[in-house]
């Protein structure tokens, strides 16, 4: 293997990457291309047609490693050996069994899409900056970051990942069925689920994730954003139609998540976020997905990033979160035992 793929394999299984779906093998897919001549197909009341449930998940990932700053698309066949090398990397965790003192878990071909051996020629889902990468932190979130630390790093804004066991607000916001790791929004692929069925009413299109079952409905008859300062966790959306895109823009996002966030990495707060997602139907099986971000108070530039979905002919199964889930109980259960029995020792 040369050393070019090598850095690509290395890349695609940084954690935060994204998505196409072939099934049952190996595959590459470019760029998505624009529209067909013919148009989207419309739904009765004449809007494009956008439904159906579509899958994002590729090991290509956010940004561009930099051994391949000056590439931005690779060979079909490069892309499609790079993705089976990563997925053999991902799945040999499975044969070197569970660590010294832990319990194991499911393996990677069952809980997760490793074992789909899936990336874009495309050398990073970020596409603006031209680098394909995310943009330096401006000085008000450099501030933001000292003080958060100073404060013992709460509230917790990360996605998976948590700061300790004292209370279950020490844990990750999928951690405790808030919001899913992969499902933003801006959504990004990773782990598993990454699926999002849309359906279209008159007035209304509405995004079904399939991690944590979260639902955003969006109004697309020119109705005003909430006030300012009544927040939520998915913020406000509203949507128009621009030719065959859907644009949606989403604020008022509570300073309880991030500006943007990976599974593992959260950047910032909400307060102050901006973003603008676009859907295009390119054919009958694809959906082009793009996003940009843009908080001042967080990075010193917007960003932008995009990616295809391939439709599934698969249904969506509810996530179902808290049912029957013991890991958070656990989790604090197990810390007070060990207090129990360190303060007896």
Not at 39 to 47: E, H, L, Q, Y
Not at 163 to 182: H, K, N, P
Not at 206 to 234: C, F, K, N, S, T
Not at 237 to 245: I, L, Q, S, V, Y
Request: glycine share 10%; with cysteine; charged share 20%.
């Amino acid at each position: 293997m040369t050393r070019g793929l090598a850095c690509v394999v290395g890349a695609l299984l940084v954690a935060g990457s994204s998505l196409v779906f072939v099934p049952g093998g190996v595959a590459a897919q470019g760029q998505a291309s624009d529209p067909s001549a013919e148009g989207a197909p419309r739904t009765p009341w004449g809007d494009p047609d956008l439904q159906g449930v579509w899958e994002y998940w590729t090991f290509t990932p956010l940004e561009r490693p930099d051994e391949l700053a000056d590439t931005t698309q690779l060979t079909a066949e490069e892309a499609a050996l790079a993705a089976q090398q990563a997925s053999e990397q991902a799945l040999a965790i499975d044969t070197e069994g569970p660590a010294p003192g832990s319990t194991g878990a499911y393996g990677q071909a069952v809980w997760t899409e490793r074992a789909r051996a899936i990336a874009l020629t495309q050398t990073s889902l970020i596409v603006d900056p031209p680098n394909g990468k995310l943009p330096p932190l401006a000085r008000p979130e450099t501030n933001r970051m000292a003080a958060h630390r100073a404060a013992g790093g709460r509230p917790v804004r990360s996605r998976a990942t948590g700061i300790g066991s004292d209370a279950a607000e020490d844990r990750g916001l999928a951690e405790r069925c808030i919001v899913g790791f992969s499902t933003g929004p801006p959504m990004l692929p990773a782990g598993y689920n990454n699926n999002v069925q849309i359906f279209q009413t008159p007035g209304y299109a509405v995004l079904a994730v399939e991690m944590i079952h979260d639902v955003r409905v969006i109004p697309l008859d020119g109705q005003a954003h909430l006030p300012d300062g009544l927040d939520q966790w998915l913020g406000d959306a509203r949507g128009h139609w621009e030719g065959d895109t859907l644009v949606v823009e989403t604020t008022n996002f509570t300073d309880r998540v991030g500006s943007f966030s990976t599974t593992s990495v959260s950047w910032g707060t909400g307060e102050h976020l901006r973003l603008v997602e676009r859907f295009t139907r390119l054919d009958d099986a694809t959906l082009q997905y793009e996003f940009t971000v843009e908080n001042p108070a967080v990075f010193t530039s917007a960003f932008s990033a995009e990616f295809p979905m391939n439709r599934s002919d698969l249904p969506l199964y509810e996530y179902a979160c808290h049912e029957g889930n013991y890991g958070l109980f656990n989790i604090l259960q197990g810390a007070r035992i060990e207090e129990v029995v360190a303060e007896g020792q």
